[in-house]
Every structure is written in structure tokens, then in C-alpha cells.
């Protein structure tokens, strides 16, 4: 779709053919690719995105704002929970949507939250983000 490698993908070969002046190496490693090419069209691909569990502790009075960044970072919230005078929010973002996060944070925080981050799973990206991608890389 996006020039991007092709994972997880397994192929069974149920009948073929061998003729000792028309076939080489050449001609079914061709063979090979075409048949791949078809089914990858086919099968309908979809990019894939890195989605990064978050948990982000600040003071409560800074809940409301932090919450809305998170959702305009394409996060999920999980749960918010509480620690002392201090609010803890699990969500799960996407990679490519928290980059500068931590300059955004101590804007909305005054200085004062704090968050960690670890790689989660991959999900399909959205159709829109998908499009500006593949788009992106054919310029």
C-alpha cells in the first residue's frame, strides 16, 4: 500500500508444474511474485500503527485539560484513578500521536505531571491517516 514490508503472511503451494525448456529459477520466482502482488491486492492490507500504553499522573486540578489532549491525540482512556492529591490516567495512544507530549504536558500541568510509555500492540490506522500516508509516500 505504502511501500511498507508485508508481515505475517504464509503461503501454501497446492499444484505446479515443471517443463525442462520453459522453466527456470527466474521464470517461478516471477511466477511467485505476480501470484503474490494478486493475492496481497485481494486480501484488502491495512497499515498498521504502534499503540503505546500510557499513564500519565498529574494533580487534579489539571484533569480536565489533560483528558482533552489525550483525546485529541487519538487515546483511549482506560481508567483514571487516584493516588493521594494526584490523578492517575491510563490510556492507550498511538506512537505517532505522542511525539512532543512531554512539552505539552508540562504546558498543561505548569511543570507538575509526569507520564511513562511502553509499546502495547498494533492496530489498524484509521482510513483518513492511512490515506495521508499512502499518499505521502507517493510524492
Known amino acids: 500500500m505504502a511501500h511498507y514490508p508485508v508481515v505475517d503472511i504464509e ?3 497446492y499444484d505446479g508444474s515443471f517443463h525442462e525448456v520453459d522453466s527456470s529459477e527466474a521464470a517461478f520466482k516471477i511466477a511467485g511474485s505476480m501470484a503474490f502482488q494478486e493475492a496481497a491486492k485481494r486480501a484488502k ?3 498498521l500503527e504502534p499503540i503505546m500504553k500510557v499513564q500519565v499522573i498529574i494533580p487534579q486540578e489539571f484533569l480536565g485539560e489533560t483528558t482533552g489532549d489525550i483525546n485529541s ?3 483511549k482512556i482506560e481508567t483514571i484513578g487516584d493516588r493521594a492529591n ?3 490516567i491510563d490510556a492507550k495512544v498511538p506512537l505517532s500521536e505522542m511525539f512532543g507530549y ?3 504536558l508540562r504546558s498543561l ?3 507538575r505531571g509526569s507520564f511513562s510509555m511502553e509499546f ?3 492496530e489498524p490506522t484509521p482510513n483518513n491517516i492511512a490515506q495521508l500516508i499512502i499518499e505521502g509516500k507517493k510524492k
Do not use: F
Request: positive net charge; aromatic residues 4%.
Open 120 to 122: 502495547s500492540s498494533y
Open 86 to 88: 494526584i490523578k492517575v
Open 45 to 47: 492490507p491495512v497499515i
Open 109 to 111: 500541568t505548569q511543570g
Open 73 to 75: 491525540r487519538r487515546g
Open 11 to 13: 503461503v501454501a503451494l
Open 102 to 104: 512531554a512539552t505539552a
